[in-house]
């Protein structure tokens, strides 16, 4: 007798989370970049109650299912005892993705990532599967995990970040309780290692510009950490920058007549300066920040328009990659 398979089909769906307008940009941009690479999976954004009503019209037209997570959800004892530890607020909201259990697996990716090219091979991965941290690669970095939606682990995560809190605190506090939960991932299963390729982030740079070079091409995911994030800057709107082309449109159409902050260059010293230093690998040798004209003597100006230009970044960028 000849056995035929069943055809059974699992859902199965890429998640981030936005808690508020700024993050939800990010959020646009990543659907987005999934969407450009033509993944055939579902695409599912969490976001706070907080987020604009026209940011979650503008994830509705890019995400499958936007579902709003309050931490404030005072009919669960389990988020009562949380709300006593306020540090663990975002960390709290982030395990509110083991719910989702209309799911069979799921790939979580921080808002703050990006998409380089098509990655639905990652669910053939298992839970918990993720790259190693650059910082301390004994540890996982949980910008990019795979993991399985399940209630039971959700209260199990619950009761662990309750009892336990995060031993990474407020910088990036699920990181923490993920790897105290999943305390086996460095040492059990070589399989649920993810090639940094697939969360490459800038401190690599600093750290090892050699292995960039030589396998930078290669990348999949870059994780932009920082406070300054790239859909801050308007840069080079001209070439077709993925935010400035596909996603203010989609804002501009939901806020209609009401002014919005579209999230382009903040002008700000501090901000220039962080974003110079975030450059500098790809930046030409160490100099002297440039003095516009009518600025004070020995201030600190970068020269967007000249050498510092995204253009000249990226070529240097570029060289480095070939």
Request: aromatic share 12%; charged share 20%; proline share 5%.
């Amino acid at each position: 007798m000849k056995w035929q398979k069943k055809n059974i089909t699992t859902v199965i769906a890429f998640v981030t989370l936005a808690t508020n307008d700024s993050y939800a940009k990010g959020a646009m941009v990543l659907g987005q970049s999934l969407r450009n690479h033509n993944t055939t999976k579902k695409l599912v954004a969490l976001i706070g109650p907080h987020v604009a009503e026209p940011c979650r019209e503008v994830l509705s037209s890019i995400y499958d299912e936007v579902c709003v997570v309050d931490v404030m959800d005072s009919g669960d004892a389990a988020h009562l005892s949380l709300m006593k530890r306020p540090d663990l607020g975002v960390t709290f909201t982030k395990l509110h993705c083991w719910t989702l259990t209309q799911y069979s697996k799921c790939v979580f990716m921080d808002a703050d990532t990006l998409v380089l090219s098509n990655i639905d091979e990652l669910f053939e991965r298992e839970e918990l599967s993720a790259a190693p941290d650059p910082g301390w690669p004994d540890c996982f970095n949980s910008g990019v995990f795979v993991f399985k939606p399940s209630n039971e682990t959700h209260e199990k995560l619950l009761t662990f970040c309750g009892e336990n809190g995060s031993f990474d605190g407020e910088s990036c506090g699920d990181q923490g309780v993920l790897n105290s939960f999943f305390n086996t991932w460095a040492t059990a299963d070589i399989s649920k290692h993810l090639p940094f390729i697939y969360n490459l982030s800038s401190i690599a740079i600093y750290s090892y510009l050699p292995a960039f070079k030589q396998y930078g091409r290669n990348a999949k995911v870059v994780h932009f950490l920082g406070k300054v994030k790239p859909w801050s800057h308007s840069y080079d709107t001209q070439r077709g920058v993925l935010y400035a082309q596909s996603v203010v449109p989609l804002l501009q159409q939901a806020y209609g007549e009401t002014p919005f902050n579209s999230g382009f260059f903040d002008s700000s010293e501090d901000v220039r300066n962080h974003l110079y230093e975030q450059a500098a690998p790809f930046a030409s040798p160490p100099r002297k920040f440039h003095q516009r004209k009518g600025s004070s003597a020995g201030s600190r100006q970068i020269d967007y328009m000249g050498d510092d230009s995204f253009a000249n970044i990226e070529r240097k960028l570029d060289s480095f990659l070939k």
